[in-house]
């Protein structure tokens, strides 16, 4: 049976390592393992919402430490994270409000 779980964390603004910190916390508790979870976070939950200036400036490309940190907790917990991040464009430099959905095969 497929669970879904609907993370309504508030997110520390501007701090994405404690952010990930907490939704690794979470997969740690809740995820049985068997493959059948998908963990669901709010809008720009790992950077959070701020000012335009600290939302350009923490931006970071899919290939970056975040993603690589979300995979990690992915594969550990054999779950499915959709999460909300500050994405820059590695070649145009354009900031996005993107989400992502990272398996445990990513």
């Known amino acids: 049976m497929l669970r879904i779980h609907m993370l309504q964390y508030a997110s520390k603004l501007g701090d994405p390592e404690y952010n ?6 979470y997969a740690r508790r809740n995820c049985r393992g068997d493959g059948n979870e998908v963990l669901v976070t709010p809008e720009l939950y790992i950077h959070g919402y701020m000012s335009r200036d600290l939302h350009l ?3 970071e490309p899919f290939d970056g430490k975040i993603v690589n940190e979300l995979v990690n907790i992915a594969r550990e917990g054999r ?4 999460t909300g991040m500050s994405e820059r464009d590695k070649d145009s430099g354009v900031v996005y409000n993107s989400a992502i959905a990272v398996g445990r095969g990513a």
């Open 79 to 82: 779950c499915t994270i959709i």
């Open 57 to 59: 400036q923490l931006a």
């Open 20 to 25: 990930i910190g907490r939704l690794r916390d």
